[in-house]
C-alpha cells in the first residue's frame, strides 16, 4: 500500500518595490551633474528636491522590508542633496555674474552719456540703483510683519512654531529644536514676478549660529515657477536650531535686484 505525501507550495516571495530608490539615484546623478553646470542650478535644484524626497520615501520602505536597494536609495538621497548645494552655488554664481554685467553697462551708458553744461563743475547726483529697497530700513522685522518693495512687492514671515523632523530628515541634529515659519510672496505690482529666485536662510540665539535648512517629505522644497499680479506663494520652511536658541533671525532674499529682509522671531 503506498501514500501520496503532498507537500504544500511555498507561500510567493513579496516582491521588492525598488523603484523609488532607483528613480532617487538616477535624478540624483542628472542632478548633481547639472549642478557643475552654474547655469543649469534650476535644473539642479528642481531634480535634487524630486531625488532627495524619493530617496527618504525609499529609505522608509526598506525600513519596512518593502525593499532592499539600502545602498541604492541612500546614495540617491545624497546626491538629491549635493544637487541642492551646487544648484545653490549656482545660483549665486550666475546672480553675481548677471549683477556684475548688468553694473557694468549701466557704468557703460553712465559714461557715455553726453554732460550737462550748465551743472559743469558740480555734482551729478546719484546715478540709481537697480535694487529695490526694502520696508524694514536696516532693522528687523517682527513675526507677522511684512517688506514692501518698490516695486509692490510684499514678504511676510509668520512666528515660528515647533516642527516634528521626520526621522530621515536632513538638516536635522538629533539634540536640537526644529521650527517652522510660513513666507508668503505676494506680488501687488505689473509685472509677474519669478519666485525661484527667492533665497531664505537663517540665525539662531544670540550667538548668531547657522540654523540649518531642513529637508524632508513635508519642507525643504522652495518656491516655484511665477507670481502673477495681484497673486500669492506660500511656502512653509523649517530650520533646526540649537535646543537652547530663544531667538531665530529669518533672511529672505526676493533676488539679485532686491536688497534682503531679516525677521528678528522669538523661540517658544
Known amino acids: 500500500m503506498s501514500y501520496d505525501t503532498q507537500v504544500p507550495p511555498a507561500a510567493p516571495q513579496q516582491a521588492m518595490r525598488n523603484g523609488l530608490g532607483t528613480a532617487a539615484l538616477i535624478l540624483g546623478i542628472i542632478g548633481a551633474v547639472s549642478g557643475l553646470i552654474p547655469l543649469l542650478f534650476w535644473l539642479a535644484g528642481t531634480l535634487g528636491v524630486i531625488a532627495l524626497i524619493l530617496g527618504l520615501v525609499g529609505k522608509g520602505r526598506v525600513k519596512r522590508g518593502e525593499a532592499n536597494n539600502k545602498g541604492v536609495t541612500l546614495t540617491g538621497a545624497i546626491l538629491g542633496l549635493v544637487s541642492l548645494i551646487l544648484a ?42 537697480s535694487d529695490k529697497g526694502t520696508a524694514d530700513k536696516g532693522k528687523g ?88 499680479p495681484g497673486k500669492k506663494a506660500t511656502l512653509t520652511v523649517a530650520f533646526d536650531a540649537p535646543k537652547a536658541a530663544k531667538t531665530l533671525t529669518v533672511e529672505v532674499n526676493p533676488g539679485f535686484d532686491y536688497n534682503p529682509s531679516q525677521w528678528e522671531l522669538k523661540l517658544g
Request: aromatic fraction near 6%.
Open 88 to 129: 545653490t552655488v549656482g545660483l549665486v554664481i550666475t546672480v553675481t555674474a548677471v549683477s556684475d554685467a548688468v553694473e557694468e553697462i549701466d557704468k557703460t551708458i553712465k559714461d557715455a552719456a553726453p554732460q550737462d553744461p550748465t551743472k559743469a563743475g558740480g555734482s551729478s547726483g546719484d546715478a540709481g540703483t
Open 141 to 228: 522685522l517682527a513675526d507677522g510683519d511684512s517688506s514692501v518693495y518698490d516695486d509692490k512687492l510684499k514678504i511676510t514671515v509668520s512666528d515660528p512654531k515647533a516642527y516634528t523632523a521626520s526621522e530621515y530628515a536632513v538638516g536635522h541634529t538629533k539634540g536640537n529644536k526644529a521650527y517652522q515659519v510660513t513666507v508668503v510672496v505676494e506680488n501687488g505690482g505689473t509685472k509677474k514676478f519669478d519666485a525661484v529666485g527667492v533665497l531664505l536662510s537663517a540665525r539662531a540665539g544670540a550667538e548668531g549660529v547657522e540654523a540649518e535648512q531642513i529637508f524632508d517629505e513635508k519642507v525643504g522644497a522652495g518656491f516655484q515657477g511665477s507670481v502673477l
